[in-house]
């Protein structure tokens, strides 16, 4: 069985700071990782996925996220944080039966 | 990757009565799947729907409950029966084709229940 763990529900930022979200896994196997992003009353949209190739995955909007093997761990960050960044974030794996489970979320607020 | 219609997108309907959400994939798909979004909460997963065969469900859910059907490779539906107020949710189907991906997601439906 696999499961994801967001160690904040709130992250606060000012706009043009970094942005850093976490997120630790747990999986049997070698698992595929997402981030997805949920704007205010909008559907999924996929930030980046890690699927066993690079370890430092980018993905769009300015996101990055790097697969940390020995610590468990696929963090999301983004240089510099931008109004429109405000959302509720999912850190997101899958093992080889393809279900996914999702994390809690942590939501993201920029302050001007 | 391949494009969903999901319908309906929301509904407000009675307790007791149940209601009928569809997933329409524009393309054959290999893996289904149906979750929920509970108000202010994640996505769990509720069960893998299987083409031609009962649908896998995870812990917490029944078929009884929430009967679902496949009957081909690009549609399917998940019925939410008997509803009670702790039903309303966003109900949301997900498919991939196993070994090209990406996961797609539909736009969700928003059930309330009064």
């Known amino acids: 069985a696999q499961s994801v763990t967001q160690l904040d529900s709130h992250v606060s930022v000012s706009e043009g700071t970094p942005v850093l979200l976490r997120c630790n896994y747990s999986?049997?196997?070698?698992?595929?990782l997402f981030w997805y992003v949920q704007h205010p009353n909008k559907g999924l949209q996929l930030l980046l996925k890690?699927?066993?190739?690079?370890?430092l995955v980018k993905g769009i909007n300015g996101f990055e996220a790097e697969f940390k093997k020995s610590e468990t761990s696929f963090h999301l960050t983004k240089p510099s944080a931008h109004m429109s960044d405000a959302a509720e974030y999912f850190c997101?794996?899958?093992?080889?039966?393809?279900?996914?489970?999702f994390g809690a979320g942590t939501t993201v607020t920029v302050r001007a | 990757s391949a494009v969903i219609s999901q319908k309906p997108s929301r509904d407000i309907c009675q307790r007791g009565t149940s209601l009928t959400i569809q997933c329409q994939v524009d393309?054959?798909?290999?893996?289904m799947f149906w979750y929920r979004q509970q108000p202010g909460q994640s996505l769990t997963l509720i069960a893998t729907?299987?083409?031609?065969?009962?649908?896998?469900?995870e812990s917490g859910f029944v078929i009884d409950k929430f009967p679902i059907s496949r009957p081909n490779l690009t549609f399917s539906t998940l019925t939410v029966s008997n509803m009670s107020p702790e039903d309303s949710s966003i109900y949301l189907c997900?498919?991939?084709?196993?070994?090209?991906?990406?996961?797609?997601f539909g736009s969700g439906t928003r059930l309330t229940v009064v």
């Open positions: 997900s498919v991939v084709q196993v070994t090209q991906g990406p996961y797609t």
């Open positions: 999986s049997s196997y070698s698992p595929s």
């Open positions: 890690y699927t066993s190739a690079a370890t």
């Open positions: 997101v794996v899958t093992n080889n039966d393809y279900k996914l489970s």
């Open positions: 393309s054959q798909v290999t893996m």
């Open positions: 729907a299987n083409q031609g065969s009962e649908a896998t469900y």
